[in-house]
């Protein structure tokens, strides 16, 4: 396993979004902006989403007419992750499972335009 995985484990393990500092949110959205792949999801962005949106774990299988809808209201650490989401092109390929498993793990469309719709909404 690679080393900045485990770093990051470690970090998501010794606090939480709350506790967590402008600089820790924003270096973990700079994390999920960078380059993509079946491995960054189960081992990177995807616990990024699991310790941000920990109230929306879904017990999995879970159809996506079942899904909570998207929160109205989004804290700093939210907006953050779900921003650098929208930019990693990566992460939207459709033939990444992966992908498509860590977003559904927290209960998030399985598109990009329903998370910016998601962040315009929810205001600054």
């Known amino acids: 396993m690679l080393l900045r995985f485990h770093v990051l484990w470690a970090l998501l393990e010794r606090c939480s979004p709350a506790t967590a500092g402008a600089t820790v949110i924003d270096a973990l959205g700079h994390l999920i902006t ?9 081992f ?5 989403l699991l310790w941000v949106f920990p109230e ?8 996506d007419e079942d899904m909570s809808p ?8 939210q907006r953050v992750v779900l921003a650098a989401l929208t930019q990693n092109s ?8 992966n ?3 860590a977003l ?20 600054p």
């Open 34 to 42: 960078q380059p993509a792949s079946f491995i960054t999801a189960d």
């Open 44 to 48: 990177e962005w995807g616990p990024i």
């Open 56 to 63: 929306r774990r879904a017990k999995l299988p879970i159809r």
């Open 70 to 77: 998207l929160p109205q209201r989004l804290d700093a650490a």
């Open 90 to 97: 990566g992460i939207w390929n459709r033939r990444c499972g």
């Open 99 to 101: 992908s498509r498993l």
């Open 104 to 123: 559904t793990r927290v209960q998030l469309p399985q598109d990009r335009a329903s998370i910016l719709q998601c962040l315009a909404a929810a205001g």
